[in-house]
Nanobody
Framework: QVELVESGGGLVQAGHSLRLSCAAS????????MGWFRRAPGKEREFVAS????????GYANSVRGRFIISRDNAQNTLYLQMNSLKPEDTAVYYC????????????WGQGTQVTVSS
């Protein structure tokens, strides 16, 4: 069983940066991919960024491309999201997720960390 724990959220002013972390634990943690999602107040959860765990190829939502950077530390089983030039519309609960089965699809989720960007 995989456990994902996010950290690094907080309150920042627009234009500033934050780095989120997602620590993964489990007997045999070997995902094929991991990603970040977010849910803003009153909105549905949306994709933010993803990374292939082995090839490290990445993907981003148009709204964050050029501002956010997803990365991972394979040895530490940790996923990161560097968020730069934050905007008030980035305010949301951010979740990390992992694809852990051959069938695909994100099947392990963290509890989320709140990011609030003030104008």
């Amino acid at each position: 069983q995989v456990e994902l724990v996010e950290s690094g959220g907080g309150l920042v002013q627009a234009g500033h940066s934050l780095r989120l972390s997602c620590a993964a634990s489990g007997r045999t943690f070997s995902p094929s991919a991991m990603g970040w999602f977010r849910r803003a107040p009153g909105k549905e959860r949306e994709f933010v960024a993803s990374i292939n765990w082995i090839r490290t190829t990445t993907g981003y939502a148009n709204s964050v491309r050029g501002r956010f950077i997803i990365s991972r530390d394979n040895a530490q089983n940790t996923l990161y999201l560097q968020m730069n030039s934050l905007k008030p519309e980035d305010t949301a609960v951010y979740y990390c997720a992992a694809v852990t089965t051959p069938q695909g699809g994100y099947d392990a989720w963290g509890q989320g960390t709140q990011v609030t960007v003030s104008s």
